[in-house]
């Protein structure tokens, strides 16, 4: 039986039948195999690096220090301490109009750092672009620091200049290669410069208002070291819930960095959810070529059963046959994900690291998994139906073929379509959701595939040329064929097109939000003694309408009484503003930007109580309402103010806002710094290094820069998505193909009676042509509909701002939808018109 199904299977590989096959396992085994690689890499760095990513056995983060008592348990247990300190600050370098300023990471680290792994120094700026250098456990020199290699640009400065941090001077030593806890494999938002931390108060750096991370890395002894670093894990976070100390995560080896993790699993399931979707729109394309094997087969399966097979023996025989091939599919599906996944990290640039782990055979394994599970749901119920074939099929030719149990057949499909989405989302309700939104678009597509075939009938009589007739009836008559075509196409155009065109629309409508003349610069740390010489300073350099605001860090304790917890909240965003420190203010007047949307703004007379006016959005993720209480812990002082008005912000503006504004009475005596934000145009960017070199404890943060820089960013992760998204588009062309090749013996027949009735070549391949047209640009309306619906949700759910989508994606959508349809249609059916009528209706 094995070598009849060898034999069998070689000569439906030389008659073209398993090709097509073969190529829809391909493309949706590669999609998934791409991203399987891909993220089994960098969760394969994350478990490797997992000491690395912390430089300790366990790491205490904290918004405030260190408490000595902390320290002294931790000593009291043997435990080996090391202390960083991480600030953004502005680095400055060179001396008078020549001076630059950039904005940096500042990490102040004392002796003993990192107590796990090490830090990679050279004096190159090309070795240390490339992690390149020499490992060393020692930290910079009294007088020096040593810096990532972008900054050298920004301060236009060399390995042995000076710059100026604060109110100190040092010399650029060494330049970072590796840092061992810099965090996980992604590129940090600005440039490393790390000084001793013994030199940190002479910089004057850290000032009231500062947001200032502190760490206490501890390492576990050379003996029994394991349980000592528990059990003050244990002490420390039972002191803390006692103490009801905020504002402290503990990190571990065994958690490692939660929240590279958290964002791995993120990219993890959307981008395996976009493999999936080329796999899906594959699957159909399987098991329409599954079909068309079957009906082809048909009169070789009864000469079979009349040379004495059984119905099992037929069925193992194609089973086998469709076991090779699914074998063959997914091992080169396979081969060509890895491919894939090196586009992606190429794609992905500095973003991920460069010396990765080695592959593992796990993406491998579960890509023939996919491959096997996607032939058996798709694949496998049409063929069955081959065992069905009776023996007089030989002799009565006009016998319908097999019918497949439809019930069956598509169950088993439902049943492979949502084992996918749970292995790949790896949860149920994501899973469900998925579900449901594949189904959804699916059947509006097809239902407004359909509306538009019925309306194409309409017009058929309207044109008096016989091509566009012949095409409009071909559509028509095939209308499940045409609908499936149509839909397939659409649903692998709009994903390009949601990120390609409509990407382009968004990013549009972004920067239009922003006025010409919104900020650009903020100026942050400005101490109450400065507040009046800095706008003196902004008003002689023609700065206009830069006001300066009271900032105040102050964490939420209590709603209405009830402390807050870590399980006050469910949400994840929830919790995570509950547990930080808000940047408050206080001012009599409401700024220009906002508007009361519920309650009234406050009165602040003398004797007023604390009111409080809160921004919408926080409100609504913190659940607060009009007439709640809230207390803040304000650098030890307990602050309550009851909601007294909700606001809405205009984000888009640029301009300085306050999630929580309270009344100045109540907040008179709370430690404050000044911010101020306004626009600087290019000609005065002097202005800024001016102010970071006359008042080295402020920073001037260059949004204009932080934006390019994000979009850059963006830019990159958008590419490599719309890499994933080709397979997409692949996928659905394997569809239009699919169909198209369904009905090749179909379309042969109808154009041998035609051209023996006398239509010409050329008419039907006109009819072809207009055809092919008809349904790539339906399908492209329809892939323009559904990108733009999705741009305008995200303009005004997601980004909010207005949404005014541009005709380019309906132009590129009909464009882009007929060319795949064209050109699918004629790989499809190229050979239906070279063949003579006559030996066409023979053959019938």
């Avoid at 290669?177 to 490393?192: H, K, M, T, V």
Wanted: proline residues 4%; glycine residues 10%.
């Amino acid at each position: 039986m094995l070598s009849l199904s060898l034999k069998m299977t070689g000569r439906d590989w030389r008659a073209g039948q398993l090709r097509f096959l073969l190529v829809a396992l391909i493309v949706a085994v590669a999609a998934l195999s791409a991203v399987g690689f891909f993220v089994d890499r960098l969760r394969a760095g994350l478990n490797r690096d997992a000491h690395q990513l912390l430089g300790a056995d366990l790491v205490v983060n904290a918004d405030n220090p260190i408490p000595p008592a902390w320290r002294a348990e931790a000593a009291r247990r043997g435990l080996a301490m090391a202390h960083t300190v991480v600030f953004p600050s502005m680095a400055q370098a060179g001396e008078g109009e020549q001076s630059q300023s950039q904005l940096a990471s500042i990490k102040a680290v004392s002796a003993g750092y990192p107590l796990r792994g090490k830090v990679k120094i050279t004096t190159s700026p090309e070795r240390a672009g490339e992690a390149d250098g020499s490992a060393t456990q020692a930290i910079p020199a009294p007088g020096t620091v040593w810096v990532d290699a972008a900054i050298l640009t920004g301060l236009k400065a060399a390995v042995g200049d000076t710059i100026r941090l604060g109110e100190r001077r040092f010399t650029i030593a060494q330049l970072i290669a590796s840092e061992p806890d810099r965090g996980a494999a992604f590129l940090n938002f600005a440039p490393r410069v790390m000084l001793p931390l013994s030199e940190l108060d002479a910089t004057g750096l850290v000032q009231t208002g500062s947001r200032v991370t502190y760490r206490l890395l501890l390492a576990a002894p050379a003996q029994g070291g394991e349980g000592a670093v528990a059990a003050y894990r244990r002490w420390l976070e039972a002191h803390i819930k006692s103490a009801a100390v905020k504002g402290v995560r503990i990190d571990s080896l065994e958690s490692g960095r939660p929240e590279m993790q958290s964002t791995l699993e993120r990219a993890d399931r959307f981008l395996s959810l976009v493999g999936l979707l080329s796999a899906m729109l594959a699957a159909v394309a399987v098991a329409m070529a599954a079909r068309r094997f079957m009906l082809r087969h048909v009169d070789a399966c009864a000469m079979l059963r009349c040379l004495g097979l059984t119905q099992n023996q037929v069925t193992a025989l194609y089973l086998i046959e469709f076991l090779l091939v699914g074998l063959a599919g997914s091992a080169l599906g396979v081969a060509v994900g890895f491919g894939g996944h090196l586009v992606l990290l190429e794609l992905l640039g500095k973003l991920v690291q460069s010396d990765l782990p080695p592959v593992s055979a796990l993406p491998a394994v579960q890509g023939v998994a996919t491959g096997m599970l996607l032939l058996i749901g798709f694949a496998l119920p049409p063929i069955l139906q081959l065992r069905n074939v009776p023996h007089n099929r030989v002799i009565r030719r006009e016998q319908d073929a097999p019918q497949p149990l439809a019930l069956l057949s598509y169950g088993l499909g439902l049943c492979s379509f949502v084992v996918l989405l749970l292995w790949q989302a790896g949860d149920v309700q994501l899973a469900l959701l998925t579900a449901l939104g594949f189904l959804g678009g699916f059947a509006l597509f097809a239902l407004s595939g359909w509306l538009g075939l019925k309306s194409l009938k309409t017009l058929r009589g309207a044109l008096r040329h016989q091509s566009w007739r012949f095409a409009v009836t071909s559509l028509q008559r095939r209308p499940g064929a045409s609908i499936v075509q149509i839909v397939a196409l659409a649903l692998g155009l709009m994903a390009l097109l949601l990120l390609t065109v409509v990407r382009g629309d968004l990013m549009g409508a972004w920067r239009s939000a922003t006025p010409a003349d919104a900020p650009n610069r903020f100026i942050i740390n400005i101490q109450p003694e400065q507040k009046d010489d800095i706008a003196r300073r902004l008003a002689g350099a023609g700065v206009a309408n830069a006001p300066l605001y009271p900032m105040i860090r102050g964490r939420l304790v209590a709603v209405n009484g009830a402390a807050i917890t870590p399980d006050t909240y469910a949400e994840e965003r929830a919790r995570n503003l509950a547990e930080r420190e808000f940047n408050l203010s206080t001012m009599a007047q409401m700024q220009e930007q906002n508007r009361i949307v519920a309650g009234k703004w406050f009165a602040d007379q003398a004797g007023a109580p604390a009111e409080a006016s809160v921004e919408e959005g926080i409100a609504k993720t913190l659940k607060l309402k009009l007439g709640d209480r809230l207390r803040f812990d304000i650098a030890g002082t307990p602050v309550e103010a009851a909601v007294t008005s909700l606001r809405k912000l205009e984000w888009g503006s640029m301009k300085v806002n306050f999630f929580v504004i309270i009344n100045p009475a109540a907040m008179a005596d709370t430690p404050q710094s000044w911010i101020t934000a306004f626009h600087l145009p290019a000609r005065q960017a002097a202005l800024g290094n001016a102010l970071t070199r006359d008042y080295p404890n402020l920073t001037v943060i260059d949004v204009g820069g932080v934006l390019r820089q994000v979009q850059a960013v963006l830019e990159q992760v958008v590419t490599a998505v719309e890499f994933l998204f080709s397979f997409t588009l692949a996928a659905g062309v394997l569809v239009l193909y699919a169909a198209l090749m369904g009905s090749q013996d179909e379309r042969s027949r109808e154009a041998g009676l035609l051209r023996a009735l006398g239509a010409t070549r050329r008419q039907l391949a006109q009819a072809q042509l207009i055809e092919f047209a008809l349904v790539g640009a339906l399908a492209g309306l329809l892939a323009a509909a559904g990108a733009s619906a999705m741009g305008w949700a995200l303009a005004t759910y997601q980004f909010k701002f207005d949404w005014s989508g541009g005709a380019g994606v309906w132009l590129a959508g009909l464009l882009a939808g007929a060319a795949c349809a064209i050109a699918g249609g004629w790989l499809g059916l190229r050979n239906v018109l070279r063949q003579p009528p006559l030996q066409t209706l023979r053959e019938a």
